[in-house]
């Protein structure tokens, strides 16, 4: 008996590629890129305002370009410089060109379009753009469609986004239910990919990340203890990996609730990490001497630091501080004069500094207001878009 050779043979099994591929859905969402789901973006901003208001005559105030205009610029010179009107603008007319099936791409330039609104301080438009994002993915149809989306394609970064509407709105317990729900599903998540360990590290730097969003809010509102607990359990992991920058951060947080016992310990920690850097250690003990009072020790250790790093503006911040409190106010001024001299676009956009800066030409005399002028001129010339005007101490009305 021959064998039949020309029998028919089963087809081959499908293959898990094949049954990945058949249960993506086919997301097509016009509906993101729609010219009316975005606001227009005002012309001017907060220093153009203190520019007309206190200097004069016109000439003597520095060209600001607040008109947004972003084709002459790369990307990378536009962050460095940030310029946020004109990347939000970019995001916008990208976001209108794009095809609407290119869903990774259009979420992507939501995500940077929400960021620069919410960098220049718009944050009513801010809310306003991301309730009209969210109100088009939730519409989503069927739900197995929805689903997909929002596990596999939507940027966790506009799901943060998305629960800051809620402080902004002066929700505050609302914001943190808010993030209490994306730990959890970061936990969640985190169990469910242990087996995987790309998707098991990624799901536990998110939950980090979230942690210490919960923890900057809760200090915020002076809860420092469970602010500090809350970050403890993540300075040193289970597998012996430690990390001395958020140690360093968890004392920090105990210093400003006033507890300088648990702050000593933690700074005692990381200085006997090995895997902490010098700057960082000699940074925690002179905190730690300023928050004793040995104002003397904390400004020599500053010092210190700043002469191998003349560009550590930090502590020269923080050396300021240490001298006003030895009473030499007129020191503290140049030191913060000459980091401003020497590198006005670094120094232009910490907030902190330029507050520091205008308090002591205030406590220094009663003409501290025409050096807070040219402070003005200053930063208008270097500061690029965003910035907390409230810094210079200059009232608006």
């Not at 084709?71 to 916008?92: C, E, G, I, P, Y």
């Not at 790309?198 to 509102?221: C, D, F, N, P, Y």
């Not at 507890?259 to 000699?282: G, I, P, W, Y």
């Not at 911040?317 to 020497?342: F, H, R, Y």
């Given at each position: 008996?021959?064998?039949?050779?020309?029998?028919?043979?089963?087809?081959?099994?499908?293959?898990?590629?094949?049954?990945?591929?058949?249960?993506?859905?086919?997301?097509?969402?016009?509906?993101?890129?729609?010219?009316?789901?975005?606001?227009?973006?005002?012309?001017?901003?907060?220093?153009?305002?203190?520019?007309?208001?206190?200097?004069?005559?016109?000439?003597?105030?520095?060209?600001?370009?607040?008109?947004?205009?972003?084709?002459?610029?790369?990307?990378?010179?536009?962050?460095?410089?940030?310029?946020?009107?004109?990347?939000?603008?970019?995001?916008?007319?990208?976001?209108?060109?794009?095809?609407?099936?290119?869903?990774?791409?259009?979420?992507?330039?939501?995500?940077?379009?929400?960021?620069?609104?919410?960098?220049?301080?718009?944050?009513?438009?801010?809310?306003?753009?991301?309730?009209?994002?969210?109100?088009?993915?939730?519409?989503?149809?069927?739900?197995?469609?929805?689903?997909?989306?929002?596990?596999?394609?939507?940027?966790?970064?506009?799901?943060?986004?998305?629960?800051?509407?809620?402080?902004?709105?002066?929700?505050?317990?609302?914001?943190?239910?808010?993030l209490a729900a994306l730990l959890r599903k970061?936990?969640?998540?985190?169990?469910?990919?242990?087996?995987?360990?790309?998707?098991?590290?990624?799901?536990?730097?998110?939950?980090?990340?979230?942690?210490?969003?919960?923890?900057?809010?809760?200090?915020?509102?002076?809860?420092?203890?469970?602010?500090?607990?809350?970050?403890?359990?993540?300075?040193?992991?289970?597998?012996?990996?430690?990390?001395?920058?958020?140690?360093?951060?968890?004392?920090?947080?105990?210093?400003?609730?006033?507890?300088?016992?648990?702050?000593?310990?933690?700074?005692?920690?990381?200085?006997?990490?090995?895997?902490?850097?010098?700057?960082?250690?000699?940074?925690?003990?002179?905190?730690?001497?300023?928050?004793?009072?040995?104002?003397?020790e904390s400004s020599d250790l500053l010092r210190?630091?700043?002469?191998?790093?003349?560009?550590?503006?930090?502590?020269?911040?923080?050396?300021?501080?240490?001298?006003?409190?030895?009473?030499?106010?007129?020191?503290?001024?140049?030191?913060?004069?000459?980091?401003?001299?020497?590198?006005?676009?670094?120094?232009?956009?910490?907030?902190?500094?330029?507050?520091?800066?205008?308090?002591?030409?205030?406590?220094?005399?009663?003409?501290?207001?025409?050096?807070k002028r040219q402070l003005l001129v200053e930063?208008?010339?270097?500061?690029?878009?965003?910035?907390?005007?409230?810094?210079?101490?200059?009232?608006?009305?």
């Open positions: 008996m021959t064998p039949n050779v020309n029998k028919d043979v089963p087809p081959p099994p499908i293959s898990d590629s094949d049954d990945d591929e058949d249960d993506i859905p086919d997301l097509y969402l016009p509906g993101l890129v729609i010219p009316t789901m975005f606001l227009p973006i005002p012309n001017t901003d907060p220093l153009t305002i203190l520019l007309n208001k206190y200097i004069y005559p016109p000439e003597s105030r520095p060209h600001r370009d607040v008109t947004g205009d972003w084709q002459h610029s790369d990307f990378h010179t536009l962050v460095m410089t940030n310029s946020w009107r004109a990347l939000a603008k970019m995001a916008r007319d990208r976001i209108v060109s794009s095809d609407p099936a290119d869903l990774n791409l259009i979420l992507g330039l939501w995500h940077l379009r929400l960021s620069c609104l919410a960098r220049l301080r718009l944050f009513n438009q801010t809310a306003a753009e991301c309730t009209n994002l969210f109100s088009v993915l939730n519409s989503v149809d069927p739900p197995e469609s929805r689903t997909y989306l929002f596990e596999r394609i939507l940027p966790f970064e506009l799901e943060v986004m998305q629960t800051r509407l809620k402080y902004w709105a002066g929700d505050h317990m609302g914001y943190l239910d808010a970061c936990k969640v998540n985190a169990k469910q990919g242990k087996t995987d360990g790309s998707i098991l590290s990624m799901w536990k730097e998110r939950g980090a990340r979230v942690a210490l969003i919960i923890a900057t809010q809760m200090a915020e509102m002076k809860e420092y203890t469970a602010a500090a607990r809350l970050l403890e359990p993540i300075c040193a992991q289970a597998d012996g990996i430690t990390n001395p920058a958020l140690r360093s951060a968890v004392a920090r947080i105990y210093l400003q609730g006033g507890n300088l016992e648990m702050a000593a310990k933690h700074f005692a920690e990381v200085e006997a990490d090995s895997t902490a850097d010098s700057r960082q250690k000699k940074m925690n003990s002179a905190l730690l001497a300023s928050a004793e009072g040995n104002w003397k210190g630091m700043i002469d191998k790093d003349n560009e550590d503006y930090v502590a020269v911040n923080n050396l300021a501080v240490a001298l006003l409190n030895q009473g030499k106010m007129q020191e503290a001024i140049e030191v913060l004069e000459s980091a401003l001299k020497s590198s006005p676009s670094s120094v232009v956009v910490a907030e902190p500094f330029l507050f520091n800066l205008s308090t002591l030409y205030e406590l220094r005399s009663n003409i501290g207001f025409e050096s930063v208008s010339k270097w500061s690029g878009d965003g910035l907390k005007t409230t810094c210079l101490k200059l009232p608006t009305n």
